[in-house]
């Protein structure tokens, strides 16, 4: 008896956590490609990064210590993302910013992990950029966008 009980408790709990129970109508993103249009455009990283939602290693971006004025834009479609006026140095190994430009980062709720996190994407071509958390500078928005590096592009301000 024991044994049913918890074969049904564990039955149910799987399919309570599952992904299906947490499924969303797909996004329309402005921009749409095949993945061999994405593969053909994008290098393998920001493939990985931007298509398949993965993470670049820690400190391995140049755009983490960049505090040159400018703009970063989506490597995948250049919409501008974010401002180098909202960058700070998060210490974590990615570039942080406390804010996106407006209207062109969505939101988004993955599980991947096993727990539900705030995922940032392109809102124009879908593009998986990182994650938000709530441990940015109390001072502003009390946010961190954690962005990996190789879903950005940057663009210098023209002095």
Known sequence: MKIRFSLLSLLFLI???SKSQNAVPKKKYKIN???SEWKNQLTAIQYYVLREAGTEVAFSSSY???YTKGVYVCAACKTELY???DK???GSGW???DRAIKNN???DIDYDIGYARTELKCNTCGGHLGH???DGPKKTTGKRHCINGVALKFIPSKK
Request: glycine residues 0%.
């Open 15 to 17: 399919s309570f956590c």
């Open 33 to 35: 490609k095949t993945n």
């Open 64 to 66: 983490d210590k960049n």
């Open 83 to 85: 401002s180098s006026k």
């Open 88 to 90: 700070f140095d998060s």
């Open 95 to 97: 570039p942080s910013f």
């Open 105 to 107: 980062v969505a939101l």
């Open 132 to 134: 938000s958390f709530n």
